[in-house]
Each structure stands twice: as structure tokens, then as C-alpha cells.
């Protein structure tokens, strides 16, 4: 039996391109999970938060933000928009917190679906 494989483009000239293109593919899926988990997690803060509100202005002020740069970074900002939100974050023994442990609960969530993404 003869093998009648010619090469049009060599594996080590292909391999780059195909390289960058995989990457490509997978930044596009985690930009893809992050902007449907992200309103998600904004309404889990909003409504977990532990604290018992006054004005309402710091439940509101949470959000969720995704930063793109291709080539660099995905990623999902949780934070405040009231200057007293790290406060609430950082003091009293973080009983008021909830935006690390809404990214815990659902980081862990997002990279394991992450994982399940890659072949």
C-alpha cells in the first residue's frame, strides 16, 4: 500500500496558524461564558447582599462589568459603585461582603464549565 499524502502546507508551518486560531476559538468562548453568566451574578449580589439597606444605593450601585482584550485578558469585574462599597467589603470582619463571595461561588462555576468547554 502506498501513501499518496502530499503536503500542501507543512506541519511546522501549519502549526502556528492552527495554534493561534485554537486560542482564538477558546478566548472567544470564555468572553462568550462571562457575558451570559454576568447578569446573572450582578442579581446574585443585588439580592444576597447581607446588609440591611438604608437608601438602597449600594444594592443598586453593584454591578458587573466584562473587560476584553484580545490576545490578553477576559475577564468579569464585580464591584461596587458607592464610595462606601469597600466598607462594606473590607470591614467588620467581612460580614457585609458579598462581592468575593459571589466570585467564589460562581468563579468556581464558570471555570468549571470552563473546563468542559476544552477537548
Do not use: C, S
Amino acid at each position: 500500500m502506498t501513501n499518496n499524502l502530499k503536503w500542501e502546507v507543512t506541519p511546522n508551518k501549519a502549526f502556528p496558524q492552527l495554534a493561534f486560531l485554537y486560542a482564538d476559538a477558546i478566548e472567544k468562548d470564555l468572553l462568550a461564558l462571562m457575558q451570559r453568566y454576568a447578569p446573572t451574578v450582578e442579581n446574585y449580589m443585588k439580592q444576597q447582599a447581607p446588609w440591611t439597606d438604608r437608601t438602597g444605593n449600594a444594592r443598586q450601585g453593584m454591578f458587573t462589568e466584562v473587560e476584553y482584550k484580545p490576545g490578553q485578558h477576559v475577564r468579569l469585574h464585580l464591584d461596587h459603585t458607592m464610595w462606601y462599597g469597600k466598607y462594606l467589603e473590607f470591614h467588620h470582619a467581612g460580614r457585609f461582603a458579598i462581592v468575593l463571595p459571589t466570585r467564589d461561588l460562581f468563579g468556581a462555576r464558570m471555570i468549571n464549565e470552563a473546563r468542559r468547554m476544552l477537548p
